[in-house]
């Protein structure tokens, strides 16, 4: 069974950094491109980031370039993001979500980690 | 960037009913189209990918069409458990984009 489970979250104020993870199990993790989706509350879907199964590959949204960092670490079957420089329109759930490469779709996603951004 | 527009943004349907919706991509992308559900407090979940191949699992009552531009989401019988948000996505460039989603409510 693949599981995807989000950690990391929490309050943080305007500046502020965090760091979220991402422990993957179920799959062959290095084989897999992975990537997080957040939600603001009530709102849609917005891809933040992705990264290919060796790192070779790393792709941003333009609204997180140059504060978010996309990294795993296959032999731990995981999964980060290091958001600094945090701001309020970056409160949202993240999600950790896999990537299935060969239908190139979101095939698994986690329950999701919150952070809010406030002073 | 490659916007992803769907319709309507809401809709009330009854049990049994058929629904459509739309999504409408600002290029053309082939067919690296993407739907999803989401029900409340819950991970969004893959119910087609490639356009209109059914994702394992989900069932047949849900279809995908469309190929360039314009594609379709079709909910032949509606079910209980299909009242929830679809969101549609494009996969054929970054940044990855999704459509701001579709409520589907019970009338």
């Known amino acids: 069974e693949v599981q995807l489970l989000e950690s990391g979250g929490g309050l943080a104020q305007p500046g502020w950094s965090l760091r979220l993870s991402c422990a993957a199990s179920?799959?062959?993790?290095?084989?897999?491109?992975m990537h997080w989706v957040r939600q603001a509350p009530g709102k849609g879907l917005e891809w933040v980031s992705g990264?290919?199964?060796?790192?070779?590959?790393?792709e941003y949204a333009d609204s997180v370039k140059g504060r978010f960092t996309i990294s795993r670490d296959n032999a731990k079957n995981s999964l980060f993001l290091q958001m600094n420089s945090l701001r309020a329109d970056d409160t949202a759930l993240y999600y950790c979500?896999?990537?299935?490469?060969?239908?190139?779709?979101?095939?698994?996603w986690g329950q999701g980690t919150l952070v809010s951004v406030s002073s | 960037d490659i916007q992803m527009t769907q319709s309507p943004s809401s809709l009330s349907a009854s049990v049994g009913d058929r629904v459509t919706i739309t999504c409408r991509a600002s290029q053309t992308i082939s067919t690296y189209l993407n739907w999803y559900q989401q029900k409340p407090g819950k991970a969004p979940e893959l119910l087609i990918y490639a356009a209109s191949n059914l994702q394992s699992g989900v069932p047949s009552r849900f279809s995908g069409s469309g190929s360039g531009a314009d594609f379709t989401l079709t909910i032949s019988s509606l079910q209980p458990e299909d009242f929830a948000t679809y969101y549609c996505q494009q996969r054929y460039s970054t940044p990855l984009t999704f459509g701001g989603g579709t409520k589907v409510e019970i009338k």
């Open positions: 179920g799959f062959t993790f290095d084989d897999s491109g």
């Open positions: 979500v896999k990537e299935n490469d060969y239908t190139e779709s979101f095939d698994f």
């Open positions: 990264i290919s199964w060796n790192s070779g590959n790393i």
